[in-house]
């Protein structure tokens, strides 16, 4: 049913479907190994993984499948913060620590070598597939990954992010609309010029580039993948899709709240992380809106909500969490990643016929 | 090389491609013709026309096409502001007035019965299609057009203003994705809310509505025609794809500067109009940013800028101009109507075979 293309070739996939590498719990072994055993790729999440999880993680997965998957991880950033900085954001999430009954304020912290260590995993587990968000490797870490024939995929969000992710020698090249849900991955333009529709980020990038070209942001079932593929990608990668299927390790609240959520309830916030990332609107975000230059960079930003988004969670308060999702929430399902996987695979098929 | 479509019987059109009906002077007679006359729907933008020139127009267009063809409207609103308002904009304005010294600051004006006028026209001149922007005429006006055998398309960029157009009598609904260039047609929901990627707005819409759906935002060739229909829509709509043509009434520096410009130079600004519209980035934008909340209610704030942009046009100053574009400007392309209008429906039919 797909055309032969260089992408299922790469990846030795069956469907050009790739389940996106969502960091925070998401992608249990269970999910990747589900996705990657229905013939596409799925990918474990391992942006703020120690390289001990990583390894137990792939354990799982290689148990579970003989199928390729994938790992993603983050290209490190090591911003600096004053004790000034650091006490104003400490002061603006104090409201929300009072609330939940937090004591202890956490300093935000940055584990430098974390890429590192986790590069290491990745090559000696010898995984199969690398994706990288928030940036691209070093020369010499594609060169050590390449060596080992793993294949590398990165992300853009513009097409001269896209163009440089060729030229640093990625094999293939998400290319992430602003429907995306969860974090936007650029790392060259700004923010505010990089948030360019899937419609017209799509045909635009594989204009500029030779390398296959994956789509991603707001695609969630037969139709979207489809459509990528007339708009000159090789394949999709989809996120939020996968987010509300029983193997995720999403939080119950999280599945309901994209179950229930029109696509006129999310919004791109920096809130939570220091980074923009799209989430369904909540009390966090409605509060911390106006206070956009006052937060710490990311990743330190991340590390001083992380307790409150944790004991959120635990105390059921939904709007206090980080609750990522895409602008098409209202194509969301319940089900096994397999069953949402075939159903996005039958209706592609029925689209082709 | 289509299938049977319910839109193109509707509109008794051979290829699902509608020219968008930009206002400004955009859509001349000749593009209009053009575009019917290729096939697809050539749409006069009549949104701030006088009655005596849309007759003008249609007369010039029935002189030069026997192919049915559209007429867009603006559903008028009617807001108000005190001379304290109205001389804070035009603090904020000076500058650019000093800059192409313009000596005379004109009253903003509204004429409240310009659309009616606009409607016994188009009534009068049995106008094949009658297309609306910001909101749904009454349901005298929506009886009085069907009456006459008039077909109606109104536009929405959310699921529930799509559902609107349906429930008050619209015979097909353009969904307008947050890709789109020039302003955005929200009407019942936030504009903060109602900027949805055509990827995620399309599916979510057909799959809500029993109308036919017509996707606009990011389309300039065959693929995003294509795509369109594999998302669900029965057409698509494009507007930039058209300004850079031969017949388009838009100024030498807005072609010019859609053709130099990339996908990440695009912005949402209510600065112009009062209402978000987007444009490429230029010095006026700039310097309005951190103003918006002085701004007036559209329609006065258009009135007030207007004559900044109609003598920066004529002192070829485009960084005051008002430079509409989508967020796919790097695959716009000069030559005829008829020229881009073939070649996108040979691009979309080679994606078919």
Redesign the interface.
């Known amino acids: 049913m797909w055309n032969h293309s260089r992408l299922l070739e790469l990846l030795n996939i069956s469907h050009p479907i790739i389940q996106a590498g969502m960091a925070g719990g998401v992608t249990t072994p269970a999910l990747v190994a589900a996705v990657s055993n229905a013939g596409g790729l799925g990918t474990l999440g391992a942006g703020y993984m120690e390289p001990e999880v990583i390894r137990e993680n792939l354990q799982e997965i290689k148990n579970s499948t003989r199928k390729p998957f994938g790992v993603n991880v983050f290209i490190p950033e090591f911003p600096n913060a004053t004790e000034e900085e650091i006490s104003r954001v400490n002061q603006l999430l104090q409201p929300f620590r009072n609330e939940l009954g937090i004591k202890d304020v956490t300093k935000p912290q940055i584990d430098e070598s974390l890429f590192e260590k986790q590069i290491m995993v990745i090559k000696e587990q010898q995984v199969p597939v690398c994706s990288f968000t928030f940036g691209i490797p070093d020369k010499d870490v594609v060169q050590d990954l390449k060596k080992e024939g793993i294949v590398l995929i990165g992300t853009a969000t513009?097409?001269?992010e896209a163009i440089l992710n060729e030229q640093y020698g990625m094999d293939a090249v998400v290319a992430q609309?602003?429907?995306a849900g969860g974090h936007r991955g650029t790392f060259l333009?700004p923010y505010?010029?990089?948030t360019?529709?899937?419609?017209?980020?799509i045909?635009?990038v594989t204009?500029?580039v030779n390398i296959p070209v994956i789509a991603a942001?707001?695609?969630?079932?037969g139709?979207?993948v489809?459509?990528?593929m007339?708009?000159?990608a090789e394949g999709a990668q989809l996120g939020t899709a996968f987010v509300t299927c029983e193997e995720s390790g999403a939080k119950p609240q999280h599945k309901a709240a994209i179950l229930h959520t029109?696509?006129?309830?999310t919004?791109l916030t920096p809130s939570f992380s220091g980074k923009p990332a799209r989430g369904i609107r909540n009390t966090f975000m409605e509060k911390m809106e106006g206070h956009e230059s006052e937060l710490l960079d990311y990743p330190l930003q991340n590390s001083l909500t992380k307790g409150i988004r944790k004991e959120a969670a635990i105390q059921d308060r939904p709007e206090f969490m980080s609750l990522w999702s895409?602008?098409?929430p209202?194509?969301s399902r319940t089900g096994s990643a397999t069953e949402i996987f075939q159903s996005i695979v039958s209706q592609a098929e029925r689209?082709n016929s």
């Open positions: 513009t097409v001269e609309g602003s429907e333009n505010s010029e990089s360019i529709g899937t419609m017209s980020l045909p635009q204009d500029q942001g707001g695609i969630m079932d139709r979207g489809r459509a990528s007339v708009l000159g029109k696509e006129t309830e919004v895409g602008q098409s209202r194509l689209i």
